[in-house]
């Protein structure tokens, strides 16, 4: 059983943020901490104060994380990135919002005070025969770095009844280890409260806070002595301000915290026999399958989300071509037009477009990325709206002479023909490099187009192109970044040509240019090129149509062998003290990593022999390295089992805060079964004769912060989870039990015939039944699976 908890983020634009640039404009980014560490950052909108970016994600955190906080920066060149303001959320509001938050919210302006991180451990005991309260500062982790080197210089005071007592200073340490103890002369009555503050001392200027814990003393005489682990909290005591709120700007954001326990996969079989059961099953006369009623009784915000848990459970299962063709027959059985084919968004069109997403993100990058590089550099400029088109931005055709407004257009329509044309080229060209699986899908729904529409011979090729070019090829077009085509967002000029790309992708998969010219006159000098592209598509799909379905061992399953690629790229290795094979062979400093199922290799380029490997079952950690070890953020280090049986640690440098995180999700998720994983680790380096974090002089002993196993970003390339995937199911099922009932009798009767008896003693089709059955016995499971909660520490409940 794993309990863990996954947050869905959305950043989707922000609007009316303060000019920082000499230019009266900014250049925005966010960047997301989760208990003030940075996991994304998005991509720069440059020069705009209403940026959009409409980027997702999805973080799998430990259970006991605490706040998520979005900081909006604007970048600069040549000096600091400015902090515009920032949003934080934490996890109390997010679980009064069980369908996740949505909507704008003002940011706020940065308070040091308030940027607080980490915990201190405690000891406090009242010595009732001395009448003293003794409070043991023992020691701190994960500090916020006040410091220029990366660090701070922290020390403990303690108030209690009106006296202060401080604890020595430890220098450059944001694990600092004290082990003192400070004893106060318990009042009477015992109702004052024990403050703990830490600080960070500085030679000049004013010390800077860390941090706080407040103790209620009262009841602490019963309790003894109790001993513990707290995270420090900001200074609310403070008047805080509210004028800038507002003034900042606001970000619009969809956030939902989703805490999930998964049980042992045997749980599920019964809940995923069934679902196969029923796929498998088809559709039956004077029934209503299970499908349909999911597909009624789910709400469009949740259709998302439902659909690709199905569509990974029934890969999962070798069944998603049935699937797929269910979901096609039952849409294709409802009142429909030819020509708005799948254009809505039912459980089908959501199913498919998940699908093509889980399955054909590698084929879509063959396909359209030498295109989208293409407009990236060569930046042309692309306008056919004569009401959009500035001629100052076109440049001259001569040394004297301005282009016209008509040569423009010209100019610009011949750009977005050579660049459909090469894409669509690419198109044709790629039915052998299509996945089987998705081919397979495509068969199946033009067969049964071309069976329900037998007189209108184009809808079986508007159906396809319905998913590939209007859900699959336009929007990755049209928004690259989005779907990993692109590091950053395309600026005003490219954006633009992109957009008009994606539109004649539209109007050809549409295989109606009349339509689009109609609405837009000025594409008319586009038709030719977009009939020539509908003869293409269409000789395309005839192609992949027709091929011959290839027969694998686990077909319906993402192509792709077992020791396939997770990930790879370059890497900067820091030397260090060791004897390891990554250690002895990093004479040079950087060197290509590719991680796969069974390890993690490195040469000196991608194509270069393997200098040395580490396999996977070695490795015992993959975490954060701190900044001042090597002056840099985005250093992770990755501690395995050597080949003498010692412990080495590699410390590696990647180029920006994603591809560390990106690094360090890879390695996590493919050694989450390794056994003997490490509890605790050192976030520095031994340098000298000690750990440059806690200072602590024994080479091996136990680390000074907790590792993050548990922490990891969702990619379109993460392998299936079955038992994840089914247990959103049960859990969505379960808050449907009463609606679906309910759907069966309104479908079942739609004109409200009164025969027979209805409602709750009314007996229900066995796939129904036996559905309420299995959710019945999973809920079980989930009351057996839950452990007690432990008794918290006394002194945990007197903190305030």
């Not at 003192?180 to 009555?189: G, K, M, N, Y």
Request: with cysteine; proline share 6%; charged share 25%.
């Amino acid at each position: 059983m794993a309990r863990r908890s996954a947050l869905s983020i959305r950043i989707v634009e922000g609007r009316n943020l303060p000019a920082k640039d000499i230019t009266g404009s900014s250049d925005p980014y966010c960047i997301v901490k989760i208990d003030n560490e940075a996991i994304i950052r998005t991509a720069t909108v440059w020069k705009t104060l209403s940026p959009f970016w409409g980027e997702e994600y999805e973080v799998h955190l430990q259970p006991t994380f605490h706040s998520i906080s979005i900081y909006v920066m604007d970048e600069d060149a040549l000096s600091r990135d400015d902090v515009i303001g920032k949003v934080c959320i934490t996890r109390d509001m997010l679980a009064e919002h069980p369908k996740g938050y949505s909507g704008w919210v003002s940011l706020s302006e940065v308070d040091p005070d308030e940027e607080v991180q980490g915990e201190i451990h405690l000891r406090v005991e009242v010595l009732g025969s001395r009448r003293l309260l003794c409070c043991t500062v023992l020691e701190a982790r994960d500090l916020a770095r006040k410091d220029r080197n990366g660090a701070s210089d922290p020390f403990v005071r303690l108030r209690y009844n009106g006296k202060a007592q401080e604890s020595t200073v430890v220098k450059k340490s944001c694990y600092p280890r004290w082990n003192e103890t400070f004893e106060f002369e318990l009042a009477e009555p015992a109702g004052e409260k024990l403050c703990v503050e830490v600080w960070d001392w500085d030679l000049v200027g004013r010390n800077d806070f860390l941090g706080k814990v407040v103790f209620s003393v009262q009841g602490l005489e019963a309790a003894g002595q109790e001993e513990g682990w707290f995270r420090l909290r900001p200074d609310k005591s403070k008047p805080r301000e509210d004028e800038c709120r507002g003034s900042l700007g606001s970000l619009q954001l969809q956030v939902r915290l989703r805490d999930e326990t998964v049980l042992p996969s045997h749980c599920y079989q019964p809940l995923v026999q069934l679902l196969c059961q029923e796929v498998k099953l088809g559709c039956q006369d004077g029934q209503v399958h299970l499908v349909t009623l999911l597909d009624e009784t789910t709400t469009a915000e949740c259709r998302q989300e439902v659909a690709i848990n199905l569509v990974k459970l029934f890969l999962g299962q070798g069944l998603i071509k049935e699937f797929l063709d269910l979901l096609f027959e039952l849409e294709l059985a409802k009142p429909c037009e030819p020509n708005t084919l799948f254009r809505s968004n039912s459980l089908a069109s959501k199913s498919m477009e998940s699908f093509l997403k889980v399955t054909g993100m590698p084929y879509l990058h063959a396909v359209l990325g030498p295109t989208i590089t293409r407009v990236f550099e060569e930046k042309k400029y692309v306008e056919l709206d004569p009401s959009k088109v500035e001629v100052k931005d076109a440049g001259c055709s001569g040394l004297h002479r301005v282009q016209t407004e008509g040569e423009v257009i010209e100019q610009g329509c011949q750009h977005l023909q050579s660049y459909l044309g090469e894409l669509l080229d690419a198109i044709v060209k790629s039915a052998p490099a299509c996945p089987p699986v998705i081919r397979a899908a495509f068969q199946q729904l033009f067969r049964r187009v071309e069976e329900r529409f037998p007189q209108h011979q184009h809808a079986k090729f508007v159906a396809v192109t319905s998913f590939l070019c209007l859900r699959f090829f336009s929007p990755a077009i049209m928004t690259p970044k989005l779907f990993h085509l692109r590091e950053t967002h395309a600026d005003a000029r490219t954006s633009r040509t992109l957009l008009l790309l994606a539109k004649a992708v539209q109007m050809v998969g549409n295989m109606e240019p009349a339509a689009g010219r109609a609405k837009e006159a000025w594409l008319a000098p586009l038709l030719p090129a977009l009939q020539q592209g509908i003869a293409q598509m269409k000789a395309f799909i005839t192609r992949l149509v027709g091929m011959e379905e290839e027969e694998e061992e686990g077909e319906g399953r993402p192509p792709g062998p077992p020791t396939a690629v997770v990930k790879e790229g370059p890497l900067i290795v820091h030397k260090m003290r060791g004897k390891g094979p990554l250690l002895a062979a990093a004479a040079a400093k950087k060197l290509h990593f590719c991680l796969t199922g069974e390890a993690l290799s490195f040469g000196k380029s991608p194509g270069a022999e393997h200098n040395g490997t580490i396999a996977l079952a070695d490795i015992l950690a993959a975490e954060k390295v701190e900044e001042k070890s090597f002056g840099s953020a985005h250093v992770m280090q990755v501690v395995y089992v050597g080949a003498g049986g010692q412990q080495e640690t590699a410390y590696l440098q990647c180029k920006c805060v994603n591809e560390l995180n990106q690094w360090l999700s890879a390695l996590r998720k493919v050694c989450v079964n390794n056994p003997h994983v490490l509890r605790d680790y050192h976030p520095g380096v031994f340098r000298g004769d000690k750990w440059s974090c806690c200072h602590q002089r024994e080479r091996t002993g136990l680390g000074c912060d907790r590792t993050r196993h548990g922490v990891t970003l969702q990619d379109w390339s993460d392998p299936l989870d079955p038992a994840a995937e089914a247990q959103r199911l049960f859990h969505h099922l379960q808050g449907l039990r009463g609606t679906l009932r309910e759907k069966y009798w309104e479908l079942l009767r739609p004109e409200g015939a009164q025969n027979g008896p209805r409602g709750e003693g009314a007996p229900l089709p066995e796939g129904l039944s036996r559905l309420f059955r299995v959710l019945g016995e999973l809920e079980g499971c989930h009351r057996r699976a839950q452990p007690p909660a432990p008794p918290a520490p006394a002194l945990l409940q007197l903190q305030t």
